[in-house]
Nanobody, 115 residues
Framework: QVQLVESGGGLVQAGGSLRLSCAAS????????MGWYRQAPGNERELVAV???????NYADSVKGRFTISRDNAKNTVYLQMNSLKPEDTAVYFC?????????WGQGTQVTVSS
């Protein structure tokens, strides 16, 4: 079993920054892709950013140039640096970690951006 612990959410004014972290622990032999998703009230969960084991990244168009995903393989941790935050970034952010053959979700962390 794999456990994910997220941290770093909170309330920030528009234009501000936050850094999310997601640490994986448990029966981990090899982590493949790690990613961040978000879900705003009334909306479906959507991909924000993903990073594979080789370090290649992919971002939603809405966050390109503002958010940066990174990972520390030694710590089994994925990060999401969020800059120039906008009110429309307000959502619950979830990390997702692929540990073959399964995928695991974090519990979610609230990010609220005030205008």
């Amino acid at each position: 079993q794999v456990q994910l612990v997220e941290s770093g959410g909170g309330l920030v004014q528009a234009g501000g920054s936050l850094r999310l972290s997601c640490a994986a622990s448990g029966r981990i032999f090899s982590i493949n892709a790690m990613g961040w998703y978000r879900q705003a009230p009334g909306n479906e969960r959507e991909l924000v950013a993903v990073i594979n084991s080789g370090g290649s990244t992919n971002y939603a168009d809405s966050v390109k140039g503002r958010f940066t995903i990174s990972r520390d393989n030694a710590k089994n941790t994925v990060y999401l640096q969020m800059n120039s935050l906008k009110p429309e970034d307000t959502a619950v952010y979830f990390c997702k970690v692929a540990v073959r053959p399964y995928a695991y979700w974090g519990q979610g962390t609230q990010v609220t951006v005030s205008s």
